[in-house]
């Protein structure tokens, strides 16, 4: 099966620098996506990276190493409105091509 | 496009009774998925179909929990019987390139 690690919790002020990261165990794996989730809402899509490396999206930064099984989502000018869940997802051979969730980090921005 | 659209947002129903959440995909996805969303179990893969087709199914929790997809752009996901550990948000998610989701229903059985 598979099985993704994050923490659970995370807190930063704003302006700062923030990094999520994330484990995985797959069976042939395809790539490591991230999603962002505002209480009461929808995850939205963040980023996805399919090949190791840094993918820059603004202020949003997720990065994979598929030697090491790991990824992160880095979060840069931390504002108020970044508040929220961010849930890494695989995708595998072993799940088609649906989408596996890991449990969530949950973001608190301070000022 | 619109997203994807999830109706009705909000149910509420008794126990032992059928729930029907509808969903409408993005135009031109030809993948649907079903998930439902738990404090306990987070985001829980239940269905996912490919062209109208079911091609995972092992996520459905009980035999009380079936899915369809009649059509490229329409889906329902029905309970019957419902029961109070049902409570929780469902989502369904449309993708093409990337997956999207749409609002979810937030279903509570008392």
């Known amino acids: 099966g598979q099985s993704l690690e994050q923490p659970s919790e995370v807190t930063a002020v704003e302006g700062a620098i923030v990094q999520i990261n994330c484990t995985y165990q797959?069976?042939?794996?395809?790539?490591l996506s991230w999603y962002q989730q505002h209480d009461g809402g929808a995850p939205t899509f963040l980023s996805y990276?399919?090949?190791?490396g840094l993918e820059e999206t603004g202020r949003f930064s997720s990065f994979l190493s598929r030697s090491d099984s790991y990824g992160y989502l880095l979060l840069q000018e931390l504002q108020m409105k970044d508040s929220a869940s961010y849930f890494c997802a695989v995708r595998d051979k072993q799940a088609g091509t649906a989408l596996i969730f890991g449990k969530g980090t949950t973001l608190s921005v301070s000022s | 496009d619109a997203g994807v659209i999830q109706s009705p947002r909000h149910e509420v129903t008794e126990m032992g009774q059928e729930v029907t959440l509808r969903c409408k995909p993005i135009s031109g996805h030809d993948y649907l998925f079903w998930y439902r969303q738990t404090m306990m179990r987070g985001l829980e893969l239940l269905i996912y179909f490919n062209n109208n087709v079911p091609i995972d199914d092992s996520g459905m929790p009980e035999d009380r929990f079936s899915a369809k997809m009649p059509n490229a752009s329409f889906s329902t996901l029905k309970i019957q019987p419902s029961e109070p550990r049902d409570s929780a948000v469902y989502f369904c998610a449309s993708r093409g390139d990337e997956q999207y989701f749409g609002p979810g229903t937030r279903l509570t059985v008392t």
């Open positions: 990276n399919g090949l190791d």
């Open positions: 797959t069976s042939g794996f395809y790539g």
